[in-house]
Protein backbone atom coordinates (compact mmCIF):
# COMPACT_ATOMS: atom_id res chain seq x y z
CA UNK A 1 0.00 0.00 0.00
CA UNK A 2 1.75 3.17 -1.20
CA UNK A 3 -0.89 5.80 0.81
CA UNK A 4 1.03 9.03 2.09
CA UNK A 5 -0.65 11.21 4.87
CA UNK A 6 0.83 14.00 7.18
CA UNK A 7 -1.88 13.93 10.33
CA UNK A 8 -1.55 17.31 12.11
CA UNK A 9 -2.96 18.32 15.35
CA UNK A 10 -3.87 22.51 14.23
CA UNK A 11 -3.41 24.51 11.04
CA UNK A 12 -1.62 27.11 13.30
CA UNK A 13 0.29 27.18 16.56
CA UNK A 14 0.09 29.72 19.34
CA UNK A 15 1.72 33.37 18.40
CA UNK A 16 2.42 31.89 15.11
CA UNK A 17 1.16 32.28 11.43
CA UNK A 18 -0.83 29.94 8.91
CA UNK A 19 0.63 26.76 8.90
CA UNK A 20 4.41 28.11 10.09
CA UNK A 21 4.99 25.45 12.57
CA UNK A 22 4.44 22.76 10.06
CA UNK A 23 5.88 24.81 6.85
CA UNK A 24 8.97 22.47 6.72
CA UNK A 25 6.89 19.18 6.92
CA UNK A 26 4.77 20.33 4.37
CA UNK A 27 7.58 21.33 1.39
CA UNK A 28 9.01 18.21 2.87
CA UNK A 29 6.29 15.78 2.47
CA UNK A 30 5.24 17.22 -1.35
CA UNK A 31 8.94 17.39 -2.54
CA UNK A 32 10.06 18.62 -5.70
CA UNK A 33 7.44 16.74 -8.00
CA UNK A 34 4.42 18.34 -6.76
CA UNK A 35 3.83 21.42 -8.86
CA UNK A 36 -0.23 21.97 -7.94
CA UNK A 37 -2.22 20.96 -4.58
CA UNK A 38 -5.85 20.62 -4.64
CA UNK A 39 -7.15 22.43 -1.94
CA UNK A 40 -10.38 21.34 -0.07
CA UNK A 41 -11.65 24.96 1.60
CA UNK A 42 -15.03 22.93 3.02
CA UNK A 43 -14.49 23.02 6.31
CA UNK A 44 -14.70 27.13 6.86
CA UNK A 45 -17.96 29.12 5.47
CA UNK A 46 -15.99 31.39 3.50
CA UNK A 47 -14.17 29.40 1.10
CA UNK A 48 -13.14 32.22 -1.14
CA UNK A 49 -11.14 34.17 1.45
CA UNK A 50 -10.10 30.19 3.09
CA UNK A 51 -8.78 29.58 -0.46
CA UNK A 52 -6.77 32.74 -0.95
CA UNK A 53 -4.86 32.10 2.36
CA UNK A 54 -4.07 29.01 1.84
CA UNK A 55 -2.73 29.92 -1.78
CA UNK A 56 -0.62 32.51 -0.07
CA UNK A 57 0.92 30.21 2.00
CA UNK A 58 1.73 27.72 -0.31
CA UNK A 59 2.72 30.33 -2.48
CA UNK A 60 5.91 30.73 -0.57
CA UNK A 61 6.58 27.27 -0.51
CA UNK A 62 6.24 26.60 -4.30
CA UNK A 63 3.37 25.34 -5.11
CA UNK A 64 -0.14 26.76 -6.97
CA UNK A 65 -3.23 25.92 -5.17
CA UNK A 66 -6.80 25.06 -6.96
CA UNK A 67 -10.00 24.91 -5.16
CA UNK A 68 -11.80 22.01 -5.29
CA UNK A 69 -15.12 24.37 -4.98
CA UNK A 70 -14.09 26.21 -8.02
CA UNK A 71 -14.08 23.12 -9.84
CA UNK A 72 -16.37 22.07 -12.47
CA UNK A 73 -16.59 18.37 -11.43
CA UNK A 74 -15.22 17.90 -7.42
CA UNK A 75 -15.18 14.10 -8.22
CA UNK A 76 -12.65 14.76 -11.96
CA UNK A 77 -10.61 16.99 -9.79
CA UNK A 78 -9.62 14.25 -7.38
CA UNK A 79 -9.34 11.96 -9.76
CA UNK A 80 -6.70 14.61 -11.91
CA UNK A 81 -5.03 15.89 -8.52
CA UNK A 82 -1.19 15.87 -8.13
CA UNK A 83 -1.57 16.22 -4.33
CA UNK A 84 -4.55 17.00 -1.82
CA UNK A 85 -4.75 19.38 1.22
CA UNK A 86 -7.85 19.14 3.25
CA UNK A 87 -8.02 22.56 5.18
CA UNK A 88 -9.28 22.21 9.30
CA UNK A 89 -12.45 24.16 10.57
CA UNK A 90 -15.46 22.77 11.45
CA UNK A 91 -15.33 18.59 10.64
CA UNK A 92 -18.90 18.26 10.89
CA UNK A 93 -18.84 21.33 7.93
CA UNK A 94 -16.27 19.42 6.35
CA UNK A 95 -17.21 15.84 6.14
CA UNK A 96 -21.28 16.76 5.24
CA UNK A 97 -19.67 18.78 2.14
CA UNK A 98 -17.16 15.92 1.07
CA UNK A 99 -20.17 13.75 0.95
CA UNK A 100 -22.83 16.24 -0.84
CA UNK A 101 -19.89 16.73 -3.06
CA UNK A 102 -19.48 12.76 -3.62
CA UNK A 103 -15.52 12.90 -3.19
CA UNK A 104 -15.22 10.49 0.14
CA UNK A 105 -14.82 7.62 -2.01
CA UNK A 106 -12.77 8.91 -4.91
CA UNK A 107 -9.97 10.39 -1.87
CA UNK A 108 -10.31 7.01 -0.27
CA UNK A 109 -9.15 5.32 -3.69
CA UNK A 110 -6.74 7.64 -4.96
CA UNK A 111 -4.73 8.06 -1.51
CA UNK A 112 -5.18 4.04 -1.08
CA UNK A 113 -5.48 2.22 -4.61
CA UNK A 114 -3.91 3.84 -8.02
CA UNK A 115 -1.60 6.95 -8.57
CA UNK A 116 -0.99 7.83 -5.43
CA UNK A 117 -2.35 10.66 -3.98
CA UNK A 118 -0.48 12.82 -1.24
CA UNK A 119 -2.51 13.80 1.32
CA UNK A 120 -2.06 16.86 4.08
CA UNK A 121 -4.83 17.05 6.49
CA UNK A 122 -4.92 19.31 9.16
CA UNK A 123 -8.39 18.54 9.22
CA UNK A 124 -7.05 14.36 10.88
CA UNK A 125 -10.48 13.35 11.78
CA UNK A 126 -11.97 13.09 8.04
CA UNK A 127 -8.88 10.80 7.57
CA UNK A 128 -9.30 8.23 9.81
CA UNK A 129 -12.50 5.75 10.46
CA UNK A 130 -14.86 8.40 12.17
CA UNK A 131 -15.39 11.60 13.45
CA UNK A 132 -16.68 10.19 16.59
CA UNK A 133 -13.47 11.98 18.46
CA UNK A 134 -13.67 15.31 16.85
CA UNK A 135 -13.51 18.48 19.60
CA UNK A 136 -16.06 20.58 16.77
CA UNK A 137 -19.37 21.95 17.85
CA UNK A 138 -22.29 19.35 15.55
CA UNK A 139 -23.47 22.72 13.52
CA UNK A 140 -24.57 20.51 10.54
CA UNK A 141 -26.08 16.90 10.39
CA UNK A 142 -24.12 14.50 7.80
CA UNK A 143 -25.20 11.35 6.46
CA UNK A 144 -22.91 9.87 8.44
CA UNK A 145 -19.99 9.74 11.08
CA UNK A 146 -17.94 7.62 8.85
CA UNK A 147 -14.96 9.35 7.66
CA UNK A 148 -12.43 8.47 4.48
CA UNK A 149 -11.00 5.96 6.60
CA UNK A 150 -7.39 6.05 5.15
CA UNK A 151 -6.06 4.91 8.51
CA UNK A 152 -8.11 2.28 10.87
CA UNK A 153 -8.16 4.48 14.45
CA UNK A 154 -9.42 7.81 15.30
CA UNK A 155 -7.27 10.79 16.52
CA UNK A 156 -8.61 13.57 18.91
CA UNK A 157 -7.19 16.62 17.77
CA UNK A 158 -5.99 19.55 20.24
CA UNK A 159 -5.42 16.79 22.61
CA UNK A 160 -5.65 18.58 26.08
CA UNK A 161 -4.37 17.27 29.12
CA UNK A 162 -6.98 17.99 32.16
CA UNK A 163 -5.95 21.28 34.18
CA UNK A 164 -5.66 20.73 37.89
CA UNK A 165 -6.50 24.34 38.50
CA UNK A 166 -9.90 24.37 36.70
CA UNK A 167 -12.67 24.74 38.14
CA UNK A 168 -14.37 24.44 34.97
CA UNK A 169 -16.85 20.75 35.21
CA UNK A 170 -17.50 20.01 31.27
CA UNK A 171 -15.66 17.04 30.61
CA UNK A 172 -11.91 16.44 30.25
CA UNK A 173 -10.45 15.73 27.03
CA UNK A 174 -9.55 12.41 28.75
CA UNK A 175 -13.46 11.81 29.89
CA UNK A 176 -15.16 11.92 26.68
CA UNK A 177 -12.93 9.57 24.92
CA UNK A 178 -12.93 6.96 27.89
CA UNK A 179 -17.11 7.55 27.39
CA UNK A 180 -16.12 6.82 23.53
CA UNK A 181 -14.47 3.81 24.62
CA UNK A 182 -17.72 2.47 26.43
CA UNK A 183 -19.57 2.01 23.46
CA UNK A 184 -18.85 -1.42 21.77
CA UNK A 185 -16.40 -2.58 18.93
CA UNK A 186 -14.26 1.10 19.25
CA UNK A 187 -11.26 1.96 17.73
CA UNK A 188 -7.55 3.23 19.57
CA UNK A 189 -7.49 7.09 19.54
CA UNK A 190 -4.57 8.91 19.07
CA UNK A 191 -4.40 12.13 21.18
CA UNK A 192 -2.15 14.72 19.19
CA UNK A 193 -1.63 17.68 21.25
CA UNK A 194 -1.43 20.79 19.53
CA UNK A 195 2.27 21.10 17.53
CA UNK A 196 1.98 17.20 16.54
CA UNK A 197 1.41 14.98 13.69
CA UNK A 198 1.71 11.66 12.42
CA UNK A 199 3.68 10.85 9.05
CA UNK A 200 2.14 7.68 7.58
CA UNK A 201 3.99 6.24 4.71
CA UNK A 202 2.66 2.94 3.26
CA UNK A 203 2.65 1.01 6.07
CA UNK A 204 4.64 2.99 8.57
CA UNK A 205 3.91 5.50 11.33
CA UNK A 206 5.92 7.83 12.50
CA UNK A 207 5.34 11.02 15.42
CA UNK A 208 7.01 13.95 14.14
CA UNK A 209 6.56 17.90 15.63
CA UNK A 210 7.21 18.99 18.87
CA UNK A 211 5.21 17.47 21.38
CA UNK A 212 4.24 14.03 22.65
CA UNK A 213 1.04 12.19 21.63
CA UNK A 214 -1.16 9.68 23.85
CA UNK A 215 -2.68 6.50 22.68
CA UNK A 216 -6.36 5.64 24.24
CA UNK A 217 -7.16 1.86 23.64
CA UNK A 218 -10.40 0.38 24.73
CA UNK A 219 -10.20 -1.69 27.86
CA UNK A 220 -6.34 -0.95 28.57
CA UNK A 221 -4.24 2.15 29.91
CA UNK A 222 -3.49 4.87 28.00
CA UNK A 223 0.13 5.26 26.59
CA UNK A 224 2.56 8.20 25.91
CA UNK A 225 4.92 8.38 23.00
CA UNK A 226 7.62 10.83 22.39
CA UNK A 227 7.91 12.57 19.15
CA UNK A 228 10.02 10.81 16.58
CA UNK A 229 8.10 7.20 18.03
CA UNK A 230 7.22 4.33 15.68
CA UNK A 231 3.52 3.84 15.86
CA UNK A 232 3.28 1.33 12.83
CA UNK A 233 1.28 -0.52 14.98
CA UNK A 234 -1.89 1.60 14.65
CA UNK A 235 -1.82 0.71 10.70
CA UNK A 236 -2.44 -3.16 11.53
CA UNK A 237 -6.21 -3.25 11.72
CA UNK A 238 -6.16 -5.78 14.50
CA UNK A 239 -5.48 -3.28 17.22
CA UNK B 1 -49.26 26.69 26.56
CA UNK B 2 -48.94 24.91 30.32
CA UNK B 3 -45.46 23.79 29.85
CA UNK B 4 -43.00 23.60 32.89
CA UNK B 5 -39.09 23.49 32.27
CA UNK B 6 -36.09 23.57 34.31
CA UNK B 7 -33.14 23.85 31.99
CA UNK B 8 -30.00 23.55 34.00
CA UNK B 9 -26.48 24.41 32.66
CA UNK B 10 -24.80 21.62 34.77
CA UNK B 11 -25.67 18.95 37.09
CA UNK B 12 -22.56 19.64 39.79
CA UNK B 13 -20.82 22.91 40.58
CA UNK B 14 -16.90 22.58 41.42
CA UNK B 15 -16.21 21.90 45.09
CA UNK B 16 -20.24 20.52 45.87
CA UNK B 17 -22.00 17.55 45.18
CA UNK B 18 -24.40 16.39 42.39
CA UNK B 19 -27.12 18.41 42.16
CA UNK B 20 -26.67 20.78 45.35
CA UNK B 21 -26.23 23.83 43.67
CA UNK B 22 -29.64 23.82 41.98
CA UNK B 23 -31.33 21.52 45.01
CA UNK B 24 -33.65 23.96 46.34
CA UNK B 25 -34.92 25.11 42.60
CA UNK B 26 -35.63 21.29 42.15
CA UNK B 27 -37.66 21.25 45.25
CA UNK B 28 -39.37 24.25 44.91
CA UNK B 29 -39.65 23.22 40.91
CA UNK B 30 -41.46 19.67 41.33
CA UNK B 31 -43.42 20.98 44.73
CA UNK B 32 -45.68 18.85 47.13
CA UNK B 33 -47.88 17.11 44.72
CA UNK B 34 -45.32 15.31 43.00
CA UNK B 35 -44.56 12.04 44.91
CA UNK B 36 -42.43 9.77 42.22
CA UNK B 37 -39.97 11.55 39.42
CA UNK B 38 -39.40 9.81 36.15
CA UNK B 39 -35.64 9.93 35.88
CA UNK B 40 -33.59 9.21 32.28
CA UNK B 41 -30.64 7.73 33.02
CA UNK B 42 -29.74 7.19 28.92
CA UNK B 43 -26.48 9.97 28.76
CA UNK B 44 -24.09 7.68 30.68
CA UNK B 45 -23.45 4.62 30.18
CA UNK B 46 -23.72 2.60 33.51
CA UNK B 47 -27.72 3.35 33.84
CA UNK B 48 -28.05 1.66 37.44
CA UNK B 49 -25.54 3.51 38.57
CA UNK B 50 -26.65 6.79 37.39
CA UNK B 51 -30.21 5.76 38.60
CA UNK B 52 -28.50 5.05 42.49
CA UNK B 53 -26.89 8.47 42.19
CA UNK B 54 -30.02 10.53 41.48
CA UNK B 55 -32.32 7.94 43.41
CA UNK B 56 -30.11 8.95 46.54
CA UNK B 57 -30.18 12.42 46.16
CA UNK B 58 -34.25 12.65 45.27
CA UNK B 59 -34.68 10.77 48.03
CA UNK B 60 -33.14 13.41 50.23
CA UNK B 61 -35.33 16.01 48.76
CA UNK B 62 -38.88 14.01 49.75
CA UNK B 63 -39.01 12.15 45.83
CA UNK B 64 -38.95 8.88 44.84
CA UNK B 65 -37.19 8.03 41.74
CA UNK B 66 -38.16 5.26 38.95
CA UNK B 67 -35.95 5.10 35.55
CA UNK B 68 -37.60 4.81 32.50
CA UNK B 69 -34.49 2.15 31.74
CA UNK B 70 -36.41 -0.61 33.75
CA UNK B 71 -39.48 0.27 32.42
CA UNK B 72 -41.30 -2.37 30.41
CA UNK B 73 -42.33 0.14 28.00
CA UNK B 74 -40.68 3.43 27.82
CA UNK B 75 -43.48 5.39 26.17
CA UNK B 76 -45.99 3.99 28.53
CA UNK B 77 -43.73 5.33 31.46
CA UNK B 78 -43.39 8.79 29.80
CA UNK B 79 -47.63 8.73 29.35
CA UNK B 80 -47.89 8.68 33.27
CA UNK B 81 -45.27 10.00 34.76
CA UNK B 82 -46.09 13.12 37.02
CA UNK B 83 -42.45 14.73 36.48
CA UNK B 84 -40.03 13.68 34.60
CA UNK B 85 -35.89 14.56 35.00
CA UNK B 86 -32.96 14.16 32.54
CA UNK B 87 -29.98 13.13 33.30
CA UNK B 88 -27.07 15.09 31.79
CA UNK B 89 -23.70 13.41 30.09
CA UNK B 90 -23.38 12.57 26.43
CA UNK B 91 -25.99 14.43 24.44
CA UNK B 92 -24.89 12.15 21.68
CA UNK B 93 -26.19 9.28 23.51
CA UNK B 94 -28.77 10.98 25.41
CA UNK B 95 -30.65 11.81 22.13
CA UNK B 96 -29.81 7.87 20.08
CA UNK B 97 -31.26 6.25 23.22
CA UNK B 98 -34.58 8.93 23.89
CA UNK B 99 -35.15 8.17 19.93
CA UNK B 100 -34.72 4.34 20.25
CA UNK B 101 -36.53 3.92 22.52
CA UNK B 102 -39.44 6.07 20.68
CA UNK B 103 -40.05 8.68 23.53
CA UNK B 104 -38.78 12.03 22.02
CA UNK B 105 -42.45 12.51 20.75
CA UNK B 106 -44.44 11.38 24.05
CA UNK B 107 -42.30 13.49 26.19
CA UNK B 108 -42.49 16.52 23.78
CA UNK B 109 -46.38 15.93 23.79
CA UNK B 110 -46.34 15.24 27.76
CA UNK B 111 -44.91 18.76 28.18
CA UNK B 112 -46.56 20.64 25.62
CA UNK B 113 -50.13 19.16 25.80
CA UNK B 114 -52.26 17.19 27.77
CA UNK B 115 -51.83 16.83 31.45
CA UNK B 116 -48.75 18.55 31.79
CA UNK B 117 -45.43 17.25 32.92
CA UNK B 118 -42.88 19.16 34.46
CA UNK B 119 -39.25 18.59 33.33
CA UNK B 120 -35.90 19.51 34.78
CA UNK B 121 -33.01 19.11 32.82
CA UNK B 122 -29.41 19.37 33.08
CA UNK B 123 -28.95 17.83 30.14
CA UNK B 124 -30.65 21.83 28.50
CA UNK B 125 -29.62 20.54 24.37
CA UNK B 126 -32.45 17.88 24.57
CA UNK B 127 -35.22 19.83 25.45
CA UNK B 128 -34.41 22.69 22.81
CA UNK B 129 -34.68 22.29 18.42
CA UNK B 130 -31.68 20.99 18.04
CA UNK B 131 -28.37 19.56 19.79
CA UNK B 132 -26.16 21.65 17.29
CA UNK B 133 -25.10 23.40 19.58
CA UNK B 134 -23.57 21.09 22.54
CA UNK B 135 -20.55 20.90 23.58
CA UNK B 136 -20.20 17.25 23.59
CA UNK B 137 -17.98 14.24 21.98
CA UNK B 138 -20.25 12.70 18.99
CA UNK B 139 -19.47 9.05 20.28
CA UNK B 140 -22.61 7.74 18.23
CA UNK B 141 -24.64 8.57 15.35
CA UNK B 142 -28.21 9.51 16.54
CA UNK B 143 -31.22 9.73 13.72
CA UNK B 144 -31.50 13.37 13.73
CA UNK B 145 -29.87 16.46 15.56
CA UNK B 146 -33.42 17.42 16.05
CA UNK B 147 -34.24 17.71 19.53
CA UNK B 148 -37.52 17.02 21.46
CA UNK B 149 -38.44 21.32 20.71
CA UNK B 150 -40.08 21.93 23.74
CA UNK B 151 -38.60 25.61 23.59
CA UNK B 152 -38.10 27.24 19.75
CA UNK B 153 -34.00 28.30 20.54
CA UNK B 154 -30.91 25.92 21.26
CA UNK B 155 -28.91 26.24 24.19
CA UNK B 156 -24.96 26.11 24.69
CA UNK B 157 -24.18 24.91 28.03
CA UNK B 158 -21.30 25.73 30.68
CA UNK B 159 -21.13 28.19 28.23
CA UNK B 160 -17.06 29.76 29.11
CA UNK B 161 -15.49 33.18 28.04
CA UNK B 162 -12.58 33.18 25.61
CA UNK B 163 -9.46 33.30 28.29
CA UNK B 164 -7.25 35.85 27.20
CA UNK B 165 -4.17 34.18 28.67
CA UNK B 166 -4.58 30.58 26.51
CA UNK B 167 -2.32 29.36 23.95
CA UNK B 168 -4.71 26.92 22.91
CA UNK B 169 -5.70 27.16 19.41
CA UNK B 170 -9.20 25.27 19.09
CA UNK B 171 -12.03 27.39 18.32
CA UNK B 172 -13.20 29.69 21.19
CA UNK B 173 -17.23 29.02 22.37
CA UNK B 174 -18.21 32.32 20.93
CA UNK B 175 -16.44 31.96 17.60
CA UNK B 176 -18.44 27.79 17.16
CA UNK B 177 -21.48 29.51 18.11
CA UNK B 178 -20.47 32.01 15.42
CA UNK B 179 -20.04 29.36 13.01
CA UNK B 180 -23.23 27.52 13.50
CA UNK B 181 -24.79 31.13 12.65
CA UNK B 182 -23.10 31.16 9.19
CA UNK B 183 -25.79 28.15 8.48
CA UNK B 184 -28.81 29.50 7.14
CA UNK B 185 -32.19 29.93 9.35
CA UNK B 186 -30.19 28.84 12.52
CA UNK B 187 -31.88 29.95 15.57
CA UNK B 188 -31.01 32.28 18.54
CA UNK B 189 -28.39 30.54 21.00
CA UNK B 190 -28.55 31.12 24.88
CA UNK B 191 -25.21 30.43 26.59
CA UNK B 192 -25.89 29.53 29.92
CA UNK B 193 -22.39 29.25 32.06
CA UNK B 194 -22.08 27.08 34.57
CA UNK B 195 -24.50 27.87 37.68
CA UNK B 196 -27.29 29.13 35.56
CA UNK B 197 -30.54 27.98 34.62
CA UNK B 198 -33.53 28.89 32.76
CA UNK B 199 -37.11 28.67 34.55
CA UNK B 200 -39.57 28.00 31.47
CA UNK B 201 -43.50 28.38 32.72
CA UNK B 202 -45.93 28.39 30.10
CA UNK B 203 -44.94 31.56 27.41
CA UNK B 204 -42.32 33.33 30.68
CA UNK B 205 -39.44 32.69 30.69
CA UNK B 206 -36.93 33.99 33.70
CA UNK B 207 -33.25 33.53 34.41
CA UNK B 208 -32.46 31.45 38.07
CA UNK B 209 -28.89 30.78 39.61
CA UNK B 210 -25.63 33.28 40.26
CA UNK B 211 -24.16 33.77 36.79
CA UNK B 212 -24.98 36.19 33.91
CA UNK B 213 -26.09 34.35 30.50
CA UNK B 214 -24.83 35.37 26.93
CA UNK B 215 -27.72 35.33 24.37
CA UNK B 216 -26.48 34.80 20.56
CA UNK B 217 -28.87 35.95 17.62
CA UNK B 218 -28.13 35.26 13.90
CA UNK B 219 -26.68 38.73 12.27
CA UNK B 220 -26.85 40.73 15.63
CA UNK B 221 -24.63 41.45 18.34
CA UNK B 222 -24.68 39.00 21.87
CA UNK B 223 -26.16 40.43 24.31
CA UNK B 224 -25.57 39.51 28.72
CA UNK B 225 -28.73 39.15 31.32
CA UNK B 226 -28.42 39.12 34.48
CA UNK B 227 -29.39 36.31 37.12
CA UNK B 228 -33.08 37.64 37.46
CA UNK B 229 -34.15 38.45 33.54
CA UNK B 230 -37.09 38.00 32.08
CA UNK B 231 -36.38 36.36 28.86
CA UNK B 232 -39.77 35.32 27.29
CA UNK B 233 -38.85 36.66 24.42
CA UNK B 234 -37.32 33.58 23.49
CA UNK B 235 -40.07 31.65 23.19
CA UNK B 236 -42.02 33.89 20.48
CA UNK B 237 -41.02 31.66 17.59
CA UNK B 238 -40.53 34.82 15.85
CA UNK B 239 -36.94 35.59 16.79
CA1 LIG C 1 -11.86 22.13 14.23
CA1 LIG D 1 -22.43 16.84 28.53
Same mark, same amino acid.
Given at each position: ?109 ? !? =??? /??? *??? +???? &?? #? %????? @? ?54 ? !? =??? /??? *??? +???? &?? #? %????? @? ?28
Amino acid at each position: MKRRLLLVSNSTLHGSGYLDHCEHNISHFFGKDVKRVLFVPYALHNRDAYTKTARDKFKTLGYEVDSIHKAADPVDAVRKAEAIFIGGGNTFRLLKSLYDNKVVTEIRRR !V =LEV /RPL *SAH +LPAP &NV #A %TISIN @TTNDMPIVYPPSFSAIGLVPFNINPHYLDPDPNSRHMGETREQRITQYHEEPDTPC !V =LGL /REG *SML +LVEG &NK #A %TLLGT @TKARLFTRGKSSVEYDPGSDLSVLLTDAQ
